[in-house]
């Protein structure tokens, strides 16, 4: 019987092993060889596996999942490097760049990860749902992983279930038609159209309604709501029937090989304070290679990022081929140019008069990568951290986060390689020394006043606006400013120059270039006022009447006269508060007049706006008082220090290590070897101010501040100051000391010539015979 | 890097204990013995001898010692350009050698900038030395009369003929340290060519330091002398 059931274990395992290899046969489809990719007229399938057909009433958007299956294997794809962001199982590797959530009116600036990488949080640290995390970055996002949870970790809050998860986007990057279109993406994914944004992202078909309106029942086969087909429309799909067959298969134009347009839809990286005809792309993009000619992957989608050491994390790579070295010197560096070339006919570089210690102790990046060390950082946006890419009426881009390139730290190995930085920024609750981040909603549910000082200015100004001619605009008068309502309701800095009489005005009327009076001037105590002025102080008046929640009933003091307005007449009355030499406009609450906005409210836009930051410390403080109320200790973190609330109340500035500068490598754009670092002489770097060495980074981000923390460059490279500048003084005496070398071995061989030449003469005689001669 | 560290930490390890025997052999006297017993008694003496350097009255020793030394030098010029090559050179073949030996990183930083400034110094003092010495080591070979007349060619040189030997070796390695430092300076060579030029500047130093430990154990009084 023992015997029996050993067998039978056996037999099970051989069998499950046979299985296993043909499972493994069948998802590592080997080549055939043909260089070609094949056309794919194929049928989409929806998530149901149902093939999708154009002509039916309201037809399912397509699955990625279920139309690429029968060709791919969709779980081994889905495991690759695009797709598994937030996978338990994912390897992490060399830092990346982390998400930054950026939060303007609290100023959070918050790096997240899933990798753990240094500075980073990670999203459930924090409290952030896959639900959460997928609506603030999918726009940027190729689907999988974390937006294509497993039912069984959904989360109570989350509506997966109307909106539908988010498959792989394949069409994301193997798309070829010019109709895939990334801004449609982040629109759908913006409106919780996760299951329809990858069929209107690729132009299969026209995608309408919007999720994030329909009820939290509303689940997919109940189709479109017939009781609203105006607000809480249902996402629905038109496809483009140009693209089926008779027998509704869909042409996809599909490459094995995307295009760099393609990459650089959530990759670009460009210097913020250059216009476009200005940028010169990488080296190897102007040579007329593509992205994925060195960032290559099989069908694991393990992509190959290029750094050393990747195939320790990667399983396509079994050393360095596909890193610089790999192509420019090839398998072994040591040999020299005699050696077979490395890859894609990459040129061998000679180094000419570099020590070697160059190689040992910094990657090909430090002096080939980002822009020229000038004195300062150069500031650059990036598509996931600033939203670049994404087109329409309203603006996506963000100045926040501010990353500067490049600042050269070590890598594990001790290699010196260059990187971006970006400082965090956001509200924390501290215990003892540990550090936990507030979620935006958090601090704004504690202090939305304080963090929206411009809030109550923009209501006004939009309700004076419209009770103003079409051609006039109601604009806010501060110190040296002149403030008008955005397209987004709120604050921005007027082009035009602050009028004559601004010290005493605050509401005025920007009309054709000039900027004019609120109120036009008036003898207030006349018996009777001109009846054009009359009706513009009642206009005034109602139009602030007719904002809610304000903490009074809006009035005119002018000199000793109070004007309101009582059943749709203007009421003067005697003021008794002390007079006004200009109009004033005002909430008037139990006898008491108050400015239409705070002097907190006016000093705090004054000192904003026209600017990037969006929080003062007087903000800060306020908020921090604000939040320790609930009997915690609460700092905010920006600029590279923690603030924190002293015993008086004052705001103080102090080290945290969370305050630190996030940092992350990089390695494009690579500039063409006669702008790399050291074609001068060694003086691009060592000499006594060399900003490679010596420029400082300050901290910067959406406080305005004066305490930001500023660090050397050399700091970053865990270089000495002293020692790097005496190493550069000694460079500006090189020429010298060679010219003295030169000439000391010019004596020393001349006399051990001649001693040679002695020597010589003795051993054959001929000195001899010259003596006796 | 490895196989230069062997070589080096050999060879000096391997020379320093030759001349250390025959020093030792001289100084005492020995009948017949074991090969064990002679050995232990060796490293004893030459504990013993090194100890002695840092006892009181060392220092003093070898102080005196680099007093006769340098008065056998007529000039001052040539007693400043011989204290002037010993004193860099000690420093060069300690941080040089040392750093390449026994530190993963090799020569770096400060000492790296001191090693540099040695380097000046020392080949600034051997010009010297070659300038105002190399008369007195030219008689190299005996006169050809003499060539003719000996049977064997090795054994016409005359006996003081080691030392003219040692001073030009350590003025040739000399050269190729100075000669491989400025080349590598200039921006002519590739990374191949700059590897090579660090190998024969770290083989080049290694053959000074051991012309260096002979040549001081010619110039060192011998036990009973």
Redesign the interface.
């Known amino acids: 019987m023992h015997k029996f059931i050993k067998s039978i274990v056996y037999i099970n395992l051989i069998a499950f092993g046979l299985s296993l290899s043909c499972l493994a046969e069948q998802k590592q489809q080997p080549w055939d060889g043909n260089r070609t990719t094949p056309v794919h007229l194929i049928p989409l399938k929806d998530e149901f596996d149902q093939i999708i057909v154009p002509t039916e009433s309201n037809p399912l958007p397509f699955s990625a999942r279920f139309t690429c299956a029968p060709c791919h294997d969709y779980k081994l794809i889905s495991g690759g490097l695009h797709f598994r962001t937030g996978a338990a199982t994912a390897p992490s590797g060399r830092a990346g760049e982390p998400w930054v959530w950026v939060e303007e009116k609290t100023g959070t600036l918050l790096p997240l990860s899933f990798d753990r990488w240094p500075g980073t949080w990670r999203p459930e640290e924090i409290g952030l749902s896959a639900w959460d995390f997928t609506l603030l970055f999918g726009r940027h996002m190729a689907g999988g992983g974390v937006s294509e949870p497993a039912d069984e970790s959904i989360t109570p809050a989350s509506r997966w279930n109307v909106s539908g998860k988010v498959e792989v986007n394949c069409l994301a990057c193997h798309n070829l038609s010019n109709k895939q279109n990334p801004s449609e993406w982040a629109k759908q994914i913006l409106r919780q159209n996760f299951r329809w944004a990858a069929t209107a992202a690729g132009g299969l078909g026209e995608v309408g309604g919007m999720a994030s309106r329909v009820g939290p029942t509303w689940d997919i086969i109940d189709g479109p709501n017939p009781d609203d087909t105006e607000w809480a429309v249902p996402p629905f799909v038109r496809y483009d029937r140009s693209l089926f067959d008779s027998r509704h298969q869909a042409f996809l134009d599909i490459t094995g090989q995307p295009p760099d347009s393609r990459c650089l839809a959530c990759h670009s990286v460009a210097p913020a304070a250059i216009n476009k005809f200005q940028y010169d792309a990488d080296v190897h993009t102007i040579a007329g290679l593509a992205c994925v000619q060195c960032h290559r992957h099989d069908i694991t989608h393990a992509m190959i990022r290029g750094y050393e050491g990747e195939a320790e994390h990667n399983h396509l790579l079994d050393g360095d081929s596909f890193t610089c070295a790999g192509c420019h010197l090839g398998g072994d560096p040591a040999r020299g140019p005699k050696k077979p070339a490395g890859r894609l006919g990459a040129p061998f570089p000679r180094h000419r008069g570099f020590p070697p210690v160059h190689f040992k102790r910094l990657a090909c990046t430090v002096c080939h990568s980002g822009p020229w060390p000038e004195k300062d950082l150069t500031r650059v946006r990036t598509s996931r951290a600033n939203r670049l890419g994404i087109y329409g009426i309203a603006r996506w881009e963000t100045e926040h986060p501010a990353i500067f390139q490049p600042v050269y730290i070590r890598d594990a190995k001790g290699k010196l390689g260059p990187h971006r930085l970006l400082w965090p920024a956001f509200w924390a609750e501290k215990e003892g020394e540990k550090i936990r981040p507030l979620l935006p909603g958090e601090v704004l549910a504690s202090a939305k006043k304080i963090l929206e000082p411009g809030a109550a200015a923009a209501r006004i100004l939009n309700a004076l606006t419209l009770q103003l001619e079409a051609d006039e605009k109601a604009v806010l008068l501060l110190p040296g400013k002149v403030c008008a309502l955005n397209v987004d309701g709120g604050l921005s800095l007027s082009p035009f120059p602050p009028p004559s009489f601004s010290d005493t005005l605050l509401w005025a009327v920007q009309k054709g270039d000039a900027i004019l009076p609120l109120i036009p001037d008036f003898e207030p105590g006349a018996e009777t006022l001109d009846p054009d002025i009359e009706s513009r102080l009642i206009g005034i008046l109602e139009a602030l009447a007719s904002l809610e929640d304000v903490p009074g009933k809006p009035a005119l003091v002018y000199k000793n006269f109070l004007f309101q307005v009582v059943e749709t007449y203007l009421e003067k009355t005697d003021y008794p508060g002390p007079a006004g030499e200009t109009p004033q406009l005002g909430w008037l609450s139990e006898g008491k007049f108050e400015p239409l906005i705070s002097e907190f409210e006016q000093r705090t836009i004054g000192r904003l706006v026209g600017t990037e930051e969006t929080l003062t410390e007087e903000q800060v403080a306020l908020v921090l008082q604000a939040l320790n109320r609930q009997n915690k200790e609460f700092v905010y973190i920006a600029s590279g220090k923690m603030f924190v609330l002293g015993q008086d109340d004052k705001l103080k500035a102090l080290d945290h290590p969370a305050a630190q500068p996030v940092t992350w490598p990089l390695a494009h754009d690579v500039r063409p070897a006669r702008q790399s670092l050291g074609i001068n002489g060694c003086g691009d770097c060592h000499r006594i101010n060399s900003p490679f060495l010596f420029r400082r980074a300050r901290g910067t981000g959406p406080l305005q501040t004066q305490h930001a923390k500023v660090l050397s460059a050399n700091s970053f490279s865990g270089l000495s100051g002293i020692y790097q500048r005496l190493f550069g003084l000694s460079f500006a005496l090189r020429p010298l000391f060679k010219g003295f070398l030169f000439l000391t071995l010019l004596v020393i061989g001349l006399i051990l010539l001649l001693v040679f030449a002695l020597g010589l003469g003795r051993l054959s005689g001929l000195l001899e015979k010259g003596r006796r001669a | 890097m490895t196989a230069f560290r062997v070589v080096s930490l050999a060879t000096v390890m391997v020379l320093i204990a030759l001349l250390g025997y025959r020093r030792f052999q001289a100084s005492v006297l020995l009948g017949k013995q074991p090969f064990l017993s002679t050995f232990r008694a060796y490293l004893f003496w030459a504990a013993r001898t090194t100890a002695s350097l840092f006892k009181k009255g060392g220092w003093g020793k070898t102080r005196s010692f680099f007093h006769v030394w340098l008065g056998s030098y007529p000039e001052s010029w040539q007693k400043l350009a011989l204290s002037g090559a010993w004193l860099s050179f000690f420093y060069l073949a300690a941080s040089g050698l040392g750093l390449a030996i026994f530190c993963p990183r090799g020569l770096?930083?400060?000492p790296l900038?001191l090693h540099?400034l040695g380097g000046?110094v020392f080949?600034?003092c051997?010009?010297l030395l070659?300038?105002l010495r190399?008369k007195d080591y030219?008689p190299?070979?005996p006169?050809?009369k003499q060539l003719e007349r000996r049977r064997s060619f090795w054994r016409s040189f005359p006996a003081s003929l080691p030392r003219p030997i040692l001073f030009?070796l350590l003025?040739?390695s000399?050269?190729s340290l100075?000669?491989t430092?400025?080349l590598?300076?200039?921006?002519?060579?590739?990374?191949?060519a700059?590897?090579d030029l660090?190998a024969i500047h770290r083989y080049s130093g290694l053959i000074a330091l051991l012309t260096a430990i002979l040549f001081l154990d010619q110039a060192l009084p011998r036990p009973g002398s």
């Open positions: 770096y930083g400060i900038l540099v000046g080949i600034l051997l010009t070659v300038i190399a030219l190299l070979l006169e050809q030009w003025v040739i000399g050269f100075a000669l430092a400025l590598s300076m200039l921006p002519y060579f590739a990374f191949e700059q590897l660090i």
